[in-house]
Every structure is written in structure tokens, then in C-alpha cells.
């Protein structure tokens, strides 16, 4: 599409290592899904998104919940999210009047899904046809999947080559997770390319055995944990300020989020364990930033 | 791009092993592995193959499609898939008494799921199996023969479910949220707390379940029969 051709400005203000050359470049698309709700995928995608284009990355979010939009909210881009995915797909309305570009990071960009239509709105071939005529304008694509296992979650894992699980702690959380991940693999998102992250953690309830641990997650998914987000009252604060915790910076979270970002991008890191989080781990996070 | 590593066929004595790479499109995996069986088997005939899909994913049709289509051009029986899902072939019903257990339990005959049957899976098959993985939690595995489950059994298993009250189960971490063997069956509540969690073999006596933990004989016989 070439109404896409955005021009980069760099978020962070260092020149990041280019992914591919320009004609090379083929996004990775990301699916975050978990079957149950209020486990923390669009907060994920919102931040997760931003870090990547703090990173330097030229990033696409789209929100996958049509009717129940949730995406600009948070990201604090409501106000400029006029147009939907849906009309964006029905060629009511051109791509570059549907995407809004963040003001603050301006390698991020938003599509936000409709308040008023129905998840029966879209379907998985014209969102698999629409993400790849866009895979090579940008390097990540990152979808926010709405919770169950209906079209708007096929729609969302429809045009995914990669996924990322998000999950709470707790059995249900689990066991939907597990099924979702069955049905990403049976969708044909390769195992390789699946991964999750453990959200909400309080380690006091760990220790107390009333919320599971990551390795006991960990070895019911078989798949990679990439990130451990501990329950962070910065991070209601922020949802709540509409102001994702990436750009708080100075914030346990936030330098999470940042790991996780550098792991997707392919930095040979060690994702930061929560349960290994001292009190001083936690002061040095804060200011090693 | 297809790579001459896509497909690699092993000589294991009696029979070949075929690996074939999650590279290969799915269209294509058909022709790709009966031209490179045939390309062996031609030059060093043998009577079995085993084919291990590795991580590809395939629902019960299109494995058996395949299965088929390798033994009508190649000429060769396919004795084993080792499959990542829990979409597996059928096999020959066999019956197994516990007390014969060593003996009767055919290995080679087994049909081996090398990764985890998931929440919402159900995997109904008939003959022996060997879960490599977990029995996750809301997943089921049934079977018309015994099984025997490496990993976790947190879920479901039906062992013996065409009637059979001679299939055993086993698992080397019993957690399960019911176990049926033959027409008998036993809740979460029924296991004892000494043998939750650990190695557990089950069968019935008489009309009960009967459970102990016995690891050994199961061990020492190895379950992975890939020379």
C-alpha cells in the first residue's frame, strides 16, 4: 500500500541497527491473545509497541476487538482514531486516513478497531490480504486479539506469523491459555514463533501457593516465557492517566516491557525474572535507566 | 526455499526413519517424502518405515492420507508417526493384561505423541499409546489400549475405552482430574495424597480401579523404541 510510506522519525534519537534494508523489509506480525479476558493484552500491546519504537522500530498497532475498541484508549490516541479498521478494510476510507501516528514516538502508528460494529465485521482473509499488503512497510505489526476463541480472534491470528500468549497466574488463566495456544498452532503459527507472557504476579501469593508459578506455567505451555510483569500499580495508574508505563520510564514495568521489546527484536538478553527481583534489583532497575 | 535437509531418512537395521522438516509446505510434503523414500529404498530395500513429523502440525486425515500414499508408491509399511499433535493414526487393537504388562505392551506398535495433548484436545485413538508430554489439564486422551503418559497426566485419560478392563495406565506424575480404565472410572478426590504427583500405575481389579506406584517396570523396559 502506498499511501503507508510514513516517514521514520526516530523515537529514541539513536540510530537503531536498520532490521532489513528498505526494499528488504517484511514485518513480523504478532498476535496477542489469551482466550481469557482482563489478563492484560491490550496493555501489553500498547506498551509492547511503544518499546519497540523507542527501540527505533517502525511499528503498527491494530486493535483486533471490533465493537468493543480498547486500544486508543489506553495509548491516549482516542482523539485522533476518526476512522476504523473495519472501514479501512471495506475501502471506505483510505489506510492514511484510518492510521493515526503516535504524537510522541512517531515510528509508532495505531488502527483502531469500531465502537459500533460487531466482531462479524471482518474476516480472517480480507485481515490476512489487508496485514499483508502492509508487512513491508513496517517492521512489527503487533494485533491486539479480543478475548475467546470466536472470528475476532481468528481474524486476529489470521495474517500472524508470530504470537505471544498472555497469562495471569491463576488456573483458568492457564487452561485457557493452554487450549489458545493448541488452536494458534493448529491455525499455523509455528511452535518455534509462539510465546507467552506471565502477567499480574505478586510473588507474595506465589510464596503463600495461591497463584501458580512461572515454572509451573512454564511446563504446562511448553512454550518460552519471555517476560514475567509483576502487578505494578504503575501501571493501572498509567492505563487509567492513558499514558502507557514505557514513557513513565523510571518504573519496574517499564524496563520490563523495554526486555521484552529488545528479546522480540532479536537482542540475545535474559528475560528479567520477577521471583529473582530483590528489593535493591528493583532500586537498580529503576535507575539503570 | 527447499533445502536437501527438509527430508532425512535414517537406517535404523530393519527399518528406515524418516524426519521430515516443518520447512516443507504442506502440499508438497506428500511428494517430497515418497521421492526421497523412494530414492533409498530403492537402492537398500527394507520392509518398515517410521515417520517423526517433528514440530509440523497435522490433523488425523491428512497424517493418514500421507501414511497411506507413502505405503501404496513405496511399497513399505509404515510401522510409527511420531506426531507433534494429538491427531494420530488408528492402530491395531491389542489387549494388555497388568500382570503381563512388560510383556505385553507393544512398544513398537505404540502410537507415540511427542508433544503435550492441550486444553480442549481430544485425542481418540485405538491401540497402545505413548504420550512423550503432558496430559494437560481440560485435554483427553482416550484409547482403546493402554497408556502411558511420561509427562503430567492432569487431564482426562480412558484407557481400555472399547471395554478392555485389561489396558493399564500409567503416568509418571498422576495429577489427573479422572481416570477410566474399561467401564470402571476414579475422580481427583479417589487418588490418594502419597501417590498424587508421583509415578503411578493403574488397572482394574475386579470392578475398582486399582492404583500403585510402580515406576520401574516401565522404566527399565524404555519407551522410546527408535533403535
Not at chain 2, 485419560?157 to 495429577?175: C, E, Q, R, V, Y
Amino acid at each position: 500500500m502506498s499511501d503507508t510510506n510514513v516517514e521514520i522519525k526516530n523515537g529514541s534519537g539513536d540510530k537503531p541497527e536498520p532490521l532489513k534494508s528498505q526494499k528488504e523489509r517484511y514485518a513480523k506480525v504478532f498476535v496477542i491473545a489469551s482466550g481469557k479476558g482482563g489478563v492484560g493484552k491490550t496493555t501489553i500491546s500498547a506498551n509492547l509497541g511503544l518499546a519497540l519504537s523507542l527501540l527505533g522500530r517502525k511499528v503498527l498497532l491494530i486493535d483486533g476487538d471490533a465493537g468493543l475498541k480498547n486500544l486508543d484508549i489506553i495509548m491516549g490516541l482516542e482523539e485522533y482514531a476518526v476512522h476504523d479498521i473495519a472501514q479501512c478494510i471495506s475501502g471506505k476510507v483510505k489506510f492514511s486516513a484510518a492510521v493515526v501516528q503516535d504524537p510522541r514516538v512517531s515510528s509508532l502508528f495505531l488502527i483502531s478497531a469500531s465502537q459500533s460494529g460487531d466482531k462479524t465485521q471482518l474476516s480472517p482473509q480480507k485481515m490476512a490480504e489487508f496485514c499483508h499488503e502492509l508487512m513491508k512497510d513496517f517492521d512489527y505489526i503487533l494485533i491486539d486479539s479480543p478475548a475467546g476463541i470466536e472470528n475476532g480472534f481468528l481474524c486476529s491470528v489470521a495474517p500472524a506469523t508470530h504470537a505471544i500468549v498472555v497469562i495471569t497466574p491463576e488456573h483458568v488463566s492457564l487452561r485457557n491459555a493452554d487450549r489458545i495456544i493448541g488452536i494458534i498452532e493448529s491455525l499455523g503459527i509455528l511452535r518455534k514463533n509462539i510465546n507467552s507472557i506471565v502477567n499480574k504476579i505478586e510473588t507474595h501469593l506465589v510464596k503463600d501457593a495461591l497463584a501458580l508459578d512461572v515454572d509451573e506455567i512454564q511446563k504446562v505451555l511448553s512454550v518460552p516465557i519471555i517476560g514475567q510483569i509483576p502487578f505494578d500499580y504503575d501501571v493501572i495508574a498509567s492505563n487509567f492517566k492513558k499514558r502507557p508505563v514505557v514513557l513513565k520510564g523510571r518504573s519496574l514495568a517499564a524496563s520490563i516491557f523495554l526486555n521484552i521489546a529488545k528479546l522480540i527484536d532479536g537482542e540475545k538478553i535474559t528475560p528479567i525474572q520477577v521471583k529473582k527481583l530483590s528489593i535493591l534489583d528493583r532500586f537498580l532497575h529503576i535507575f539503570s535507566r | 526455499m527447499r533445502s536437501r535437509h527438509d527430508v532425512v531418512i535414517e537406517d535404523h537395521g530393519s527399518r528406515w526413519v524418516a524426519r521430515i522438516s516443518e520447512n516443507i509446505p504442506l502440499r508438497s510434503v506428500t511428494h517430497q517424502v515418497i521421492e526421497k523414500i523412494n530414492e533409498v529404498n530403492r537402492a537398500n530395500p527394507k520392509a518398515g518405515i517410521i515417520i517423526d513429523l517433528k514440530e509440523r502440525a497435522m490433523h488425523l486425515s491428512a497424517i493418514e492420507k500421507l501414511k497411506a500414499e507413502i505405503e501404496e508408491s513405496c511399497k513399505i509399511s509404515v510401522s510409527q508417526v511420531f506426531s507433534n499433535t494429538s491427531d494420530v493414526l488408528h492402530q491395531r487393537r491389542s489387549s494388555h493384561s497388568l500382570a503381563e504388562l512388560t510383556e505385553t505392551f507393544s512398544y513398537d506398535k505404540a502410537f507415540y505423541i511427542r508433544s503435550s495433548v492441550r486444553c480442549g484436545v481430544v485425542a481418540d485413538l485405538e491401540g497402545p499409546v505413548v504420550l512423550l508430554g503432558n496430559l494437560n489439564a481440560g485435554g483427553s486422551l482416550k484409547s482403546t489400549g493402554s497408556i502411558c503418559i511420561l509427562g503430567e497426566c492432569s487431564g482426562e485419560a480412558w484407557a481400555g475405552s472399547a471395554g478392555d478392563a485389561n489396558a493399564f495406565l500409567f503416568a509418571m506424575s498422576f495429577k489427573p482430574v479422572r481416570i477410566r480404565i474399561g467401564d470402571c472410572f476414579i475422580g481427583a478426590s479417589d487418588v490418594p495424597a502419597d501417590l498424587y504427583g508421583g509415578p503411578v500405575m493403574c488397572g482394574v481389579t475386579g470392578n475398582e480401579i486399582t492404583m500403585r506406584k510402580h515406576p520401574e517396570e516401565i522404566l527399565s523396559k524404555g519407551c522410546v523404541t527408535i533403535e
